[in-house]
């Protein structure tokens, strides 16, 4: 039986995209994002609890996140975890999780200072994420990943 892979997050950036330009006109975002559940406890009194992820966009999808996302930006993202392992100086084995990103939506309202300021601001649902862009790409749409997964590191 084949294994599934997907996860799905909603939640708040935590910094500006870090974005690397690689050989052969690859592109990669790291993107730090937080997710905070409330709850009760037992007691009645209101928890928060907030988890960080690690995510990582390739090509088109950095480029637009470079351009159009910022701290404080909400998004909502399908992807895939990746764990990458390492050796230390010391030996030691190491771990870092991470979500693929796959497709994300941007959410809410246009941070200040994040791309075109004549941007128009559209509702995911008034879009389908496989219509192209006629020019920069709006603010809510779907942004989806179609390239291979064979990366070369």
């Known amino acids: 039986m084949a294994g599934v892979n997907k996860v799905i997050l909603v939640g708040n950036l935590g910094a500006d995209p870090e974005v690397k330009y690689l050989e052969g006109d690859n592109t990669v975002a790291n993107l730090r994002m937080a997710t905070t559940e ?16 690690d995510l990582e966009m390739w090509g088109a999808q950095a480029k637009i996140a470079e351009q159009y996302l910022k701290k404080g930006s909400q998004i909502y993202v399908e992807g895939k975890i990746k764990t990458d392992i390492w050796q230390d100086e010391q030996g030691q084995n190491r771990y870092r999780t991470k979500i693929r990103v796959l497709s994300f939506t941007m959410l809410g309202a246009k941070p200040d200072g994040a791309g075109n300021q004549n941007t128009a601001q559209q509702a995911p649902q008034q879009r389908p994420a496989s219509a192209a862009p006629t020019s920069a790409p ?10 291979d997964d064979d990366l070369p590191f």
């Open 138 to 147: 709006k603010a809510q749409e779907m942004v989806t990943d179609t390239e």
């Open 38 to 53: 409330a709850y009760k406890n037992r007691n009645g009194e209101r928890v928060e609890q907030t988890e960080w992820h």
